[in-house]
Structure formats: structure tokens, C-alpha cells
């Protein structure tokens, strides 16, 4: 029975072109080795930041106050108190940087 499902439908290959990658053509768009360095976030500039979770799309928002918040091991870091444009209702949240992005990165060419 197995033979019978299966051996009716012969696949056909496609014969592809070989692609021409050179590892140099791609070099250009990798990052220096290092830390990141991310321009400090501004009072009232717009960034995208996602409203409940990280799988969840990113939407424009604005920064409103900078505070501070405590971590679990008692640190403190910086937070920012964040309120989300093109909404039906005014939703305002307090996140850390790393939730947050900014849009002035290079387009692709």
C-alpha cells in the first residue's frame, strides 16, 4: 500500500541557476565588533515600542517623563513613562530602554 501512495507521483527537479555569492559583498552591512552604542532616548521625540508583548507589532510612541524604577536584585534603572500614538484611547506605560526602538537606522540599499 505504501508503494501504491507514493510511487505515483514522480518529483520533478527544477535545475537552478548557480547564485554568485561573494562573502565580501555582505561585509559592509555588519556591524563594527564591540558594544552597541544607542543614542540616549529624548523627552518627547517618537520611537516604537510593542504595547503588551514582544511578539506583538510595533507601534509609534512618544516619551513623556523619565523616571527611575527597581529592579529585582534592588538596582535601579532608568525607565521612561511612554504614551502610545495612533490609538483609540490614550494608553500610557512605563518601560525600560531595551522595549523601546528608534527609527534612524539606514535603509537598505
Not at 8 to 13: D, E, L, T
Not at 67 to 88: D, F, H, Q, V
Request: with cysteine; charged share 20%.
Amino acid at each position: 500500500m505504501h508503494c501504491a501512495l507514493y510511487n505515483s507521483c514522480p518529483v520533478a527537479h527544477k535545475h537552478l541557476p548557480i547564485l554568485d555569492i561573494e562573502p565580501s559583498d555582505y561585509v559592509h552591512e555588519v556591524p563594527p565588533a564591540g558594544e552597541i552604542v544607542r543614542p540616549p532616548i529624548q523627552l518627547g521625540e517618537t520611537y516604537y515600542a510593542v504595547k503588551n508583548k514582544a511578539i506583538a507589532s510595533w507601534v509609534s510612541i512618544k516619551v513623556i517623563e523619565f523616571t527611575e524604577s527597581t529592579a529585582i536584585n534592588g538596582n535601579t534603572m532608568k525607565s521612561y513613562k511612554i504614551r502610545y500614538l495612533n490609538t483609540p484611547y490614550q494608553m500610557i506605560k512605563t518601560v525600560t530602554a531595551k522595549h523601546i526602538v528608534t527609527s534612524n537606522h539606514r535603509q537598505c540599499d
